[in-house]
């Protein structure tokens, strides 16, 4: 089993920023990938970055450039640094942790842009 605890969500205008911090904690060991997705109001969640154990990255193309997504393996964290934050960015922040043991779910962290 493997727990995921976000924090760093809240109110922000639009072309501010935000970082998001997402830890694990359980069982985590071999290759894995942590990401992150969302889910705007009335929308399915979606990728936004994902950050592989051994360093691959995917962003959705409606954040590159203003996202990125780290990693602090030593202390199982993953963050995303989110600049010029615009209004459709508004959701709930969902932390992933995926590997061969499966995949786990934050309970998710809110963002909201204001215009």
């Known amino acids: 089993q493997v727990q995921l605890v976000e924090s760093g969500g809240g109110l922000v205008q639009a072309g501010g920023s935000l970082r998001l911090s997402c830890r694990a904690s359980g069982f985590i060991s071999g290759s894995n990938v942590m990401g992150w997705y969302r889910q705007g109001p009335g929308k399915q969640r979606e990728l936004v970055a994902t950050?592989?154990?051994?360093?691959?990255?995917n962003y959705a193309d409606s954040v590159k450039g203003r996202f990125t997504i780290s990693r602090a393996d030593a202390r199982n964290v993953v963050y995303l640094q989110m600049n010029s934050l615009k209004f459709e960015d508004t959701a709930v922040y969902y932390c992933?942790?995926?590997?061969?043991?499966?995949?786990?779910w934050g309970q998710g962290t809110e963002v909201t842009v204001s215009s």
């Open positions: 992933n942790f995926a590997s061969r043991g499966g995949t786990y």
């Open positions: 950050l592989s154990s051994g360093g691959l990255t």
